[in-house]
């Protein structure tokens, strides 16, 4: 699969899509409208870690001024580990509006495996690099 040019992650459908989503459960939540236990139970959680991937690396290519950046598969693992055990372990043994589900986790760890196979859609070719194509043409 090859990259392409001044691929911007925000503005890919991938993101908006999922944040569409992430907000219509959310708005969902906060106006008390039905909506089926699992897509409010387990959608945001799912939706979560490639979203947060998403603006991580987005923004980590700006700062960085490297378009080239990817997250590794190592620090996909510490992010959802930070994630697992903020809101799985230490929030819901300090507050009663977190509850600890295994099922959360599960959904951290989809979303981030997710991610991992969606970020090559995400690779920059460097602009004064030509791309030789499938069909053999160079871009």
């Known amino acids: 699969m090859h990259g392409v040019r001044d691929k911007n992650i925000l ?3 991938y993101f908006i899509g999922g944040w569409i989503l992430y907000t219509s459960v959310r708005i969902c939540r906060s106006h008390e409208i039905n909506i089926p236990d699992w897509i409010n139970g387990y959608l945001t959680d799912f939706l979560c870690m490639p979203l947060v991937f998403m603006i991580c690396l987005a923004g980590v290519r700006v700062i960085k001024r490297n378009p080239q950046i990817e997250i590794s598969k190592w620090m996909i693992l510490i992010l959802f580990a930070e994630y697992t055990i903020i809101f799985e372990w230490i929030l819901p043994a300090k507050s009663q509006i977190y509850t600890a ?3 959360d986790v ?5 979303g981030s495996i997710l991610f991992y196979f969606l970020q090559p859609l995400f690779r920059v070719q460097p602009k004064n690099q030509n791309v030789i194509l499938d069909s053999g043409k160079i871009e």
């Not at 599960?106 to 989809?110: D, H, L």
Request: aromatic share 10%; proline share 9%; net charge negative.
């Open 106 to 110: 599960v959904m951290y760890a989809a």
């Open 101 to 103: 589900d295994i099922l």
């Open 11 to 13: 503005l890919s459908p």
